[in-house]
């Protein structure tokens, strides 16, 4: 059975930092595109970052490139966003995605940008 579970959202200052995690069962990551989402409310959810099964070529939203780095650990099976001079738009729960022949979502961490 396949989970992907988000951790490490909170409540961060501008200008702060914050690593997501998403830890994953059930599934190989080099076998799957894997991809950070988030939904600020009232919008619809939108792709923040995205890496290839082969791990290279990472894709960046025009609005966090530059801040935002996605990653992956085999080993751990765990994908991280790290989001580093955070603003008070970035505020959103954000979803871990896994895309192949099928489609798997975590649940979501809520990550709020406030002073």
């Known amino acids: 059975q396949v989970h992907l579970v988000e951790s490490g959202g909170g409540l961060v200052q501008p200008g702060g930092s914050l690593r997501l995690s998403c830890a994953v069962t059930?599934?190989?990551?080099?076998?799957?595109?894997l991809g950070w989402h988030r939904q600020a409310p009232g919008e619809e959810r939108q792709l923040v970052a995205s890496?290839?099964?082969?791990?290279?070529?990472?894709f960046y939203a025009d609005s966090v490139k530059g801040r935002f780095t996605i990653s992956r650990d085999d080993d751990k099976k765990t994908v991280y966003l790290q989001m580093n001079n955070l603003k008070p738009e970035d505020t959103a729960v954000y979803y871990c995605?896994?895309?192949?022949?099928?489609?798997?979502w975590g649940q979501g961490a809520q990550v709020t940008v406030a002073s």
């Open positions: 995605k896994a895309t192949s022949m099928s489609v798997y």
């Open positions: 890496l290839s099964k082969s791990g290279k070529s990472p």
């Open positions: 059930g599934l190989t990551l080099s076998e799957y595109i």
